[in-house]
């Protein structure tokens, strides 16, 4: 299995609160990404990140932050959440060998999120 | 715009039963393709992946899933279901985006319940 950990797996806070996610990886994989899971919905892209600094907006980004200092962790932070905003959050992974990044995304266990 | 279709948001069968869970898909080059399953409360497994050459390819569980460029498919198919089958199952395109950065979209997923 991709050495990929999600923190905290549960949580549950309270409307207008900041929340923060990680995601950590120890694959040295280029590209960590951002997926938000919901009834209906299938997974959608809330952010992603190509390198260090260096990330870009889903298409569910409105509400999101998301800030990449080393390579290894991927933030993912709620500035004031909202019950809208109540899902399992799932980060992955995936490798960009030189001109092949046609590679398989890898997923971690899932962050259950609950605001109430 | 990419976009991935997954028609059935529910399919039961019976157990020793075929099956085949539909995908498709709109992109304007040649997609990466993958299958994904998703047990309840984990995250997601590879099931399968395509990049390019034999348009079957064969999977992880004796899944197997075929490449229709005419139909922009590919669906997903397994001669013979076991109970440990059930699961959800998402489909996803892998594409390069004009700016050079590589991310997946998927399908809104298919759930499966087998019959004893």
């Known amino acids: 299995d991709a050495g990929i950990t999600q923190s905290p797996r549960h949580k549950v806070t309270e409307t207008g609160t900041p929340v923060t996610l990680r995601c950590h990886q120890t694959?040295?994989?280029?590209?960590m990404y951002w997926y938000r899971q919901d009834p209906g919905h299938g997974l959608r892209l809330i952010h992603y990140?190509?390198?260090?600094?260096?990330?870009d907006k889903g298409e569910v980004s409105d509400g999101y932050s998301v800030s990449r200092s080393k390579t290894e962790d991927f933030l993912l932070t709620l500035e004031s959440a909202t019950s809208s905003q109540t899902s399992v959050y799932f980060c992955?992974?995936?490798?960009?060998?030189?001109?092949?990044?046609?590679?398989?995304?890898?997923f971690g266990q899932g962050t259950r999120l609950t605001v109430v | 715009a990419q976009s991935v279709t997954q028609p059935d948001i529910h399919i039961t069968v019976s157990e020793g039963a075929s099956l085949e869970l539909r995908c498709n898909y709109s992109?304007?080059?040649?997609?990466?393709l993958f299958w994904y399953v998703q047990s309840p409360g984990q995250g997601l497994q590879l099931l399968l992946k395509?990049?390019?050459?034999?348009?079957l390819v064969q999977g992880i569980k004796g899944f197997e899933a075929e490449f229709k460029r005419s139909q922009s498919s590919f669906n997903l198919r397994k001669p013979s279901v076991h109970w440990s089958d059930a699961a959800e199952y998402f489909c996803?395109?892998?594409?390069?985006?004009?700016?050079?950065?590589?991310?997946?979209?998927f399908g809104t997923g298919t759930r499966l319940k087998v019959l004893a």
């Open positions: 992955a992974i995936s490798s960009d060998r030189v001109r092949r990044v046609n590679t398989e995304a890898f």
């Open positions: 694959e040295n994989h280029r590209y």
């Open positions: 990140s190509y390198g260090v600094k260096d990330t």
């Open positions: 992109y304007g080059a040649t997609p990466y």
């Open positions: 395509y990049f390019s050459g034999d348009t």
């Open positions: 996803a395109v892998g594409f390069i985006t004009t700016s050079g950065t590589y991310k997946y979209i």
